[in-house]
């Protein structure tokens, strides 16, 4: 599989995520070895429009096939847990009054991966049947969700079908400084090294 596929224009892009994604060989997660069935699918963040309808195409077009997506956008996912405990109305009514980092510590307490958002994504797989499961929403959630944070704590849960995380921006290696989630391009999200690029991946 040619590295530059995650260069090229976002229908090839399309195509190479819909015939790889209803593969035997992704379904039953051939040749990953050891390793956890993670997939970063990175694009720019100028493209977050265009690939939010691509991801809507996908799970369509992947639908019909007989693949059946689970999708969990971070973004929607948090503001349900913030309504559900009664504190989403609380947080609007802060934004204007209260500084930006204080804002932030709250959300990082109530939204924490570990204690709160992981277990709800966890009820969510066991409510649903589905093959594969998408996480997307990554950019909006940012700085109070950290994708790295997600991924390191989804790794006991998910480990029994792929899980695709849809990424604003790049997801590099190196052997200086190993793999790193670089949000937008430009924010190093820390460093993660157990996924896979999906544009990297062979059919």
């Known amino acids: 599989m040619s590295a530059d ?24 997660r051939q040749g990953l070895g050891n390793e956890v069935p ?12 265009e ?10 077009r992947l639908n019909q096939g007989g ?29 204007t009054e209260v500084a930006k ?11 924490d991966p570990e204690a709160h958002l992981i277990p709800e994504i966890a009820a969510r797989m066991q409510q649903t049947e589905f093959d594969v499961m998408f996480i997307t929403g990554v950019g909006e959630v940012f700085p109070y969700i950290r994708s790295h944070n997600v991924l390191n704590n989804l790794q006991s849960t998910a ?4 899980t695709v995380m849809f990424f604003p921006g790049a997801y590099t290696h190196s052997l200086e ?19 896979f690029n999906i544009f990297h991946c062979d059919i």
């Open 5 to 28: 596929l995650e260069y090229r224009p976002i229908q090839e892009r399309f195509q190479h995520l819909l015939t790889l994604i209803c593969s035997e060989r992704f379904l039953k």
């Open 38 to 49: 993670f997939f970063i699918c990175p694009y720019k963040p100028e493209e977050a429009v």
């Open 51 to 60: 690939m939010g309808r691509i991801q809507k195409q996908l799970i369509n």
């Open 67 to 95: 693949v059946r997506i689970l999708e969990i956008n971070l973004y929607d996912t948090s503001i349900e847990l913030l309504r559900r405990r009664g504190i989403w109305d609380q947080i609007l009514e802060m934004e």
């Open 101 to 111: 980092d204080e804002i932030k510590e709250l959300l990082q307490g109530v939204l």
């Open 159 to 162: 480990k029994d079908q792929p």
């Open 177 to 195: 400084h190993g793999a790193s989630l670089d949000l937008f391009g430009r924010l190093h999200d820390d460093k993660y090294y157990r996924a």
